[in-house]
């Protein structure tokens, strides 16, 4: 069984969002993490990118695959975890512990499209 | 094209319940339902470089070719010379088609039996392998047999291999066998070929028996406590080694030339493609496949465009991981011949970025071969 958390909001492609204010955290859920296996290398953008909800915004690498992040909302960064430079298998440890982006939102509204974590679940067959 | 099958039209190895009971993550390849890995990739791939690891390799193909005019007719499909090459000896090399592209890469087993040869082929090419050698075979005094769904195979690979397959199986005269040799046992009743060879850049051997006696084997490999390795480290290990994979390195359209392995085709003999490949020799080639180190940890994918440092696209990635046994980012991409040169800077464009890098020799990881 996969780790999920009340309270947050979920993307089909397994991101999920914790809102601060205007804020959005931005990670990726402990089921894609398990379908991962090892992560040996976060793809981030940079500071003051813009991303757009349901675009890319980075990638995950396994050995074996690259899975591409996509933007549950849209906005401006307004910082990335830079600890998972160096050590990328933390999202492997605790993929809600450690986020990958924050967000400044540029349409909070879109979080209106996102799941809870019922439905989450519901959606991964869990 | 195995993408596109569904479940229930895939074959199935001898050692499948095995890897369902082992809870291995399993996927279509070549036709075949595989176990990709059953633990990490990681942790498997460490055990083949550290101590040791097997593979189910039962979905490789093997056809027999036999009769007074075998030894010629082989010599004909196959790049290398297999002339003057002793029984117990296995040698590879690749089936050319006339245009020099690659029909397949293989192993040819001189069989202890005066003209009998075993051919040992990609599962992904069975069908289309036999298909070409059976129409090759007319003519030639020679019989050909595709006994592929007959035979399992258990590769037995790292520098713990020997004491494996000699402590925990018996093979005793394992312990005397030179690399890329074989020699004949009987299990379970059935033929037992030991062979001094593999596909991980580490000492090893490859079990080929009957299906019932492969399972057998398995089984006692497994109480003794050989780690199960999966496709995924399969083709890490022998990505770092340098090793060609067909599809990816070696295609209809990628020559033994061009893959940098025209050191296993001889010229002083006729076979199928040897004109085409010896004017690819003398230059008319317009791509190479070369080594490529990036200087970042983001891993270089098949398909990823290399482009000069002003931006020129000028080839393509074929294979490329972070390596885990150098911990580089290294890929082996198709390029212009250009440049192909050692030291040559190239760059790589892994999704939005570039990342600068340079050319490097293809064999990654120095490679521990039994001598």
């Known amino acids: ?54 675009e890319e915004f980075g990638a995950l690498e396994s050995v074996k695959a690259a ?48 799941m809870d974590a019922a439905a989450y679940k519901e959606h991964i067959g869990e | 094209m195995s993408e596109n099958l569904n479940n229930a039209e895939l074959l199935k190895t001898c050692l499948y319940d095995r890897h369902v009971a082992l809870q291995a993550k399993m996927s279509p390849f070549a036709g075949f ?35 007074p005019e075998a030894e010629k007719f082989v010599n004909w499909i196959f790049t290398n010379e297999i002339r003057g090459f002793e029984p117990g000896k296995v040698l590879y090399g690749m089936m050319c088609y006339p245009e020099g592209g690659v029909v397949d ?20 090419n069975i069908d289309k392998d036999f298909a070409w050698i059976e129409e090759h075979a007319k003519g030639f005094d020679c019989v050909v047999r595709n006994e592929s769904p007959v035979w399992g195979q258990i590769a037995v690979q790292g520098p713990e291999a020997e004491k494996t397959v000699v402590g925990v199986l018996g093979l005793k005269e394992a312990e005397n066998l030179g690399f890329y040799t074989f020699y004949d046992a009987e299990y379970k009743g059935k033929r037992l070929i030991v062979s001094r060879t593999g596909y991980t850049g580490e000492d090893g051997f490859e079990l080929y028996t009957s299906l019932e006696g492969t399972v057998d084997l398995w089984d006692r490999l497994i109480a003794a ?5 999966g496709l995924g480290c399969r083709d890490t290990l022998r990505f770092e080694a340098g090793l060609p994979l067909y599809g990816d390195e070696l295609s209809p359209e990628i020559s033994p030339v061009m893959a940098g392995l025209g050191m296993f085709c001889k010229y002083e003999k006729d076979f199928i493609g040897k004109e085409a490949l010896l004017a690819q020799k003398g230059g008319e080639i317009v791509r190479k496949l070369v080594g490529i180190e990036i ?25 490329g991981y972070h390596s885990i046994s150098l911990d580089k980012s290294v890929c082996f991409a198709l390029v212009d011949k250009a440049y192909a040169a050692l030291d040559t800077p ?14 490097v020799k ?3 990881y120095q490679t521990n071969y039994k001598k």
Not at chain 1, 32 to 44: F, L, N, R, S, W
Not at chain 1, 46 to 53: F, N, P, S
């Open chain 1, 1 to 54: 069984m996969s780790k999920i958390i009340e309270g947050l909001k979920y993307s089909e492609s397994h991101e999920w969002v914790k809102v601060e204010g205007g804020v959005a955290v931005v990670g990726v859920t402990d089921f894609a993490q398990k379908e991962m296996g090892d992560i040996t290398y976060v793809d981030m953008p940079d500071v003051d990118d813009e991303v757009t909800a349901g």
């Open chain 1, 67 to 114: 899975s591409d992040l996509i933007s549950p909302v849209s906005g401006k960064v307004v910082e990335v975890n830079e600890a998972l430079d160096d050590t990328p298998e933390l999202v492997n440890e605790d993929a809600f512990e450690n986020w990958i982006i924050k967000v400044e939102m540029s349409d909070p509204s879109e979080l209106d499209a996102l």
């Open chain 2, 33 to 67: 339902m595989m176990p990709i890995q059953y633990d990490s990739i990681t942790v498997e791939h460490n055990a083949v470089r550290q101590k040791v690891g097997m593979f189910d390799v039962s979905h490789m193909g093997e056809i027999f070719v036999e009769g």
């Open chain 2, 105 to 124: 890469d293989l192993l040819v087993y001189r069989e202890f039996a005066p003209e009998h040869f075993l051919l040992v082929v990609n599962a992904a």
């Open chain 2, 225 to 229: 406590g050989v780690q199960p390795c």
């Open chain 2, 295 to 319: 200087e970042d940890k983001a891993i270089p994918r098949a398909g990823y465009p290399v482009e000069t440092p002003e931006g020129e696209e000028v080839g393509i990635v074929t294979t």
């Open chain 2, 346 to 359: 190239l760059s790589i464009r892994i999704r939005k970025k570039v990342f600068p890098g340079k050319v």
């Open chain 2, 362 to 364: 293809k064999r990654f």
